[in-house]
């Protein structure tokens, strides 16, 4: 089955560094990606969708210039957390949405493994 | 607008014991509908999905069917095991390459 990656599975920083987070979509490409966050025991909160080839779309209240993401390629989506602070500690998840191949039904979307940041 | 409502947890049940996690919807077209299971320290997995009315998922022992009269889409097992403890989220989706609306997800813990 499709597969994404997302590399670091959890990455420790020091206030005021840049963390990169990486997806990729390993057997599929993928022309829209996700990024979410979620704290302990909540639900995921949808950042930003990250498409190919274009600027990505931040929801309300995500600050664009903090959590910068690039999607170059079909398979590859990069999200920096830049000058990271404390508050900026979570669990980051990606994903990427596989066409379900016509019609109106949704496609399946492919969650990475998470990346776990904390800022010290 | 778009969202799922999901009954909140944390749920505990003995092994054995008979699930059911509550998943209503509201959204402006037809949407499809999933539940994602997240495991401890992992992403989410798909468990099951029902793209239309009157579809039912199921995996795993798992069942969902897609209920338009009542928007709802409740999650069962018949008996559960100690290995489908983890967290379970409802989502929906309207159309190919459209945004997710998940709901804020069930823990499920159960015990031997």
């Known amino acids: 089955g499709a597969v994404v990656s997302q590399h670091p599975s959890w990455v420790i920083c020091k206030s005021g560094t840049s963390v990169k987070i990486e997806c990729r979509s390993l057997?599929?490409?993928?022309?829209?990606m996700f990024w979410y966050r979620q704290f302990p025991k909540q639900s995921l909160m949808l950042m930003a969708t990250s498409n190919e080839g274009s600027k990505a779309t931040y929801e309300q209240g995500v600050e664009k210039d903090k959590f910068l993401i690039n999607h170059a390629s079909l398979t590859l989506s990069t999200l920096t957390v830049t000058s990271a602070h404390p508050e900026d500690s979570s669990f980051y998840i990606c994903?990427?949405?596989?066409?379900?191949?016509?019609?109106?039904?949704?496609?399946?979307?492919?969650f990475g493994e998470g990346s776990r940041l904390t800022v010290l | 607008g778009n969202s799922v409502t999901q009954m909140e947890g944390p749920v505990t049940l003995s092994e054995e014991a008979f699930l059911t996690i509550n998943c209503t919807y509201t959204?402006?077209?037809?949407?499809?509908l999933f539940w994602y299971v997240q495991y401890p320290g992992e992403g989410l997995q798909l468990l099951l999905k029902a793209t239309k009315a009157d579809d039912k998922g199921s995996n795993k022992g798992f069942e969902a069917t897609y209920r338009k009269e009542t928007t709802s889409f409740h999650l069962e097992k018949g008996s559960v095991q100690v290995s489908d403890s983890a967290v379970y989220f409802c989502?929906?989706?309207?159309?190919?390459?459209?945004?997710?609306?998940f709901g804020t997800g069930t823990s499920l813990t159960v015990i031997p």
């Open positions: 057997d599929f490409q993928a022309t829209t």
């Open positions: 989502a929906l989706s309207e159309s190919a390459g459209n945004q997710f609306y």
């Open positions: 959204a402006t077209g037809y949407p499809s």
């Open positions: 994903s990427a949405h596989r066409d379900g191949g016509g019609g109106r039904a949704a496609g399946e979307l492919f």
